[in-house]
């Protein structure tokens, strides 16, 4: 088991710059997949950036050259830098973990980032 607790949402205007925290109750480095997802009102939730044990990221087309995901093991910490944020970026974030291809998802209490002027 592993729990997951998110930080760094916030309000920012247009073109800003966020990065959300998500800190692991313990080693991360034998993880198979962290990320983060996203949930904007009345809207599914959907995969965001996803990162592996590796340290290979994928990210979803609509954040492409604007967020980066990253993984600190020493300090059993995930993160997503989110540059050049846009309005349709607001949603509640969540970080999600999968400790093995074929276990159960893990899943932080969510994070509100809201794009606004």
């Known amino acids: 088991q592993v729990q997951l607790v998110e930080s760094g949402g916030g309000l920012v205007q247009p073109g800003g710059s966020l990065k959300l925290s998500c800190a692991a109750s313990s080693s991360i480095s034998s993880i198979y997949v962290m990320g983060w997802y996203r949930q904007a009102p009345g809207k599914q939730r959907e995969l965001v950036a996803g990162?592996?044990?590796?340290?290979?990221?994928n990210y979803v087309d609509s954040v492409k050259g604007r967020f980066t995901i990253s993984r600190d093991n020493a300090l059993n910490t995930v993160y997503l830098q989110m540059n050049s944020l846009k309005p349709e970026d607001t949603a509640v974030y969540y970080c999600w973990a999968k400790l093995t291809i074929t276990s159960k998802s893990y899943w932080g209490q969510g994070t509100q980032v809201t794009v606004s002027s």
């Open positions: 990162i592996t044990s590796p340290g290979l990221p």
